[in-house]
């Protein structure tokens, strides 16, 4: 099986966000970038396929020069090979523009049985690439999967959804975005890291993917980013648990009125 | 007439609220606009939801009935809404930000090349055009988003648009759809988490657990105050890590973003990724033991304590109130 997996590079989760002086994007010199931890799964699913059922898996990345270390991560836990797209245009274009660009990327790898992506990036918390892909690749699609079992030209998938579950079932290739419970990602060995600086990537600019550059102009702009106003001061509840407890009900009832 | 569009969703011609959420905020757009609100339903008894989209604001109904359209299919309710879209050429198109519009959404941007901005937590105009509000970094930061071309499509986060009044006496068209059914990929079976629990992200109270509570078998302190007020049972990262409890009730990035008239913090010292993901919440109470735990910082009430000796107290209280309210 050939298995392509999507992977982002974004600020850690542990970041504490700064706007930027430009007002509409974050102050990212000191940030610590990972791979987005949906994407993790993602790739983790994608080396248990593979071990298997055999096969390759290549990663896929739109990003600047900094992203590369998102495939070497990838790579050091188990990928073949990747694909990195680094063009200007992607410091100006949205979603869309993004799934353009892996589009035309990941047509490059065809034939391929499957490709995975995270359910979400973390920090642009868009969760439209896996759709958008889908429908510019003409595959099916299942997203937010918390359980893939791979068969014969088709997979079964369950899927989050509010208070449940949904199984599905989809031919063979298609689009799959890894929800959190999906694994447990592994580590890279020390053997991985270092094999990893020899697995090949290839770079790639929009042109080289045949790509308009006036179709990767953005459809939606950030035009404001600000931080979430402030919070009011803390009022604290004293006295014996009891007395604590009844005063809680009572002011969520009476002053607060959610109750 | 360029209008607005949005899709609902329907079980047995009743409409979910988060559908409803979104014609209420349909129709306060195109009120300014003078334009009229278009939705689309799918699925068969679709049609039957059409009276109570229109309380809401819906003037005119899509619904596509077919009985292979019964279970959930990307492709082929995307190609029902694009359909839409192709014959009414909205200006606006509006999606409730649920499991299934979070799918089916950048599938029908892709299809119609619709602009999409996901999570929306605000709308406005200005000069007749749409101007978004969206949490990003779970909330760590608010983006204002503006389109640069037409549909301006947009999906809304649930429990963050008002309803309104519904007006009974509204009525709306019914137009039948036809589509092509085709899809390779559905939904064979839904398995439908225990009765009785309530949803994280559509909850309007929200209890959630911690390191504090020390183990597993001490979680349940936790989901008896959340019976007690009728709110839904939520973790943090650390305890879902730990396999605590299943990773569908984790709060914060990597986990659910969730803004409840008010969410009840115990033994949650408020790690960053966690108060990204709660601190929009219209009242926060916080429980822990460490005076200088973050959690208090966004916190509206506190109790410096052990959630040992408070959680059974606060589910007695709760308990009576509810008791005597119901009395």
């Known amino acids: 099986m050939k298995i392509v997996v999507c992977v982002k590079q974004v600020p850690d989760t542990e970041t504490r966000v700064r706007i930027g002086p430009d007002g509409r994007s974050i102050v990212d010199t000191d940030v610590n970038w990972i791979v987005s931890p949906y994407d993790e799964f993602a790739i983790e699913e994608a080396l248990r396929i ?83 892909l889908a429908e510019l690749l003409d595959l099916p699609q299942v997203t937010v999967a918390v359980k893939i079992d791979v068969g014969d030209g088709r997979a079964l998938v369950e899927r989050e959804i509010e208070g449940g579950r949904e199984t599905w079932e989809t031919n063979l290739p298609a689009m799959i975005s890894a929800q959190k419970g999906l694994n447990e990602p592994r580590y890279a060995s020390l053997k991985g890291i270092m094999s990893a600086k020899k697995k090949p990537i290839r770079v790639v600019d929009a042109a080289a993917l045949g790509l308009d550059p006036a179709a990767l102009a953005p459809k939606v702009r950030v035009t404001a980013l600000e931080l979430p106003p402030p919070r009011a001061a803390v009022q604290m509840i004293e006295g014996d648990p009891e007395n604590q407890a009844r005063e809680l009900i009572r002011l969520l009832h009476e002053e607060a009125k959610v109750i | 007439m360029p209008g607005v569009l949005t899709f609902g969703e329907q079980r047995a011609g009743k409409p979910r609220r988060p559908s409803l959420e979104v014609v209420a905020a349909a129709r306060r757009l195109a009120d300014v606009l003078g334009a009229t609100v278009s939705s689309v339903l799918v699925g068969p008894d679709a049609a039957a939801a059409a009276g109570e989209l229109a309380s809401f604001g819906a003037d005119r109904v899509h619904a596509f009935e077919a009985p292979a359209l019964a279970t959930y299919a990307t492709e082929s309710w995307a190609r029902a809404v694009a359909q839409v879209v192709a014959e009414i050429k909205p200006r606006i198109i509006l999606f409730p930000f649920t499991a299934t519009g979070k799918d089916l959404a950048p599938r029908v941007a892709a299809k119609t090349g619709a602009g999409l901005a996901s999570d929306c937590v605000e709308l406005q105009l200005k000069d007749g055009r749409l101007v978004a509000r969206r949490p990003m970094y779970a909330g760590k930061a608010y983006a204002t988003v503006e389109w640069t071309g037409e549909p301006q499509m947009a999906s809304l986060r649930p429990n963050v648009f008002p309803l309104g009044t519904p007006d009974p006496a509204r009525r709306a068209e019914v137009r039948k759809g036809v589509v092509d059914t085709a899809a390779r990929a559905r939904v064979t079976g839904v398995t439908a988490a225990e009765r009785g629990k309530v949803e994280l992200s559509e909850a309007q109270i929200i209890v959630s657990g911690g390191r504090g509570l020390k183990g597993p078998e001490h979680f349940h302190l936790i989901e008896g105050l959340a019976e ?36 009840v913090a115990c033994g949650i010292s408020g790690a960053i990724q966690h108060l990204a993901g709660m601190s929009s919440s219209k009242y926060i109470v916080a429980i822990n033991k460490d005076p200088d735990a973050p959690i208090f910082k966004v916190a509206n009430y506190g109790i410096l304590g052990d959630v040992f000796d408070l959680l059974p107290r606060l589910t007695a209280a709760a308990k009576a109130h509810s008791t005597a309210r119901g009395a």
């Open chain 2, 228 to 263: 007690a007020l009728g709110a839904a049972v939520g973790a943090s990262r650390a305890v879902v890590d730990a396999g605590w409890v299943d990773h569908q009730l984790q709060v914060g990035q990597t986990g659910k973003t969730v803004s409840p008239t008010l969410y």
């Open chain 1, 50 to 132: 593979r071990d298997a059922k055999g096969g390759e898996v290549v990663l896929v990345t739109a990003g600047p020069e900094r992203a590369q270390s998102a495939l070497r991560t990838g790579l050091a836990m188990g990928a073949d090979s990747a694909v990195h797209v680094k063009d200007a245009a992607l410091d100006a274009t949205d979603t869309a523009g993004t799934a353009r660009i892996l589009a035309g990327a990941v047509r490059t790898l065809a034939p391929f049985d499957l490709v995975l992506c995270g359910q979400q990036g973390v920090g642009g918390d868009n969760s439209q690439i896996p759709g958008l």
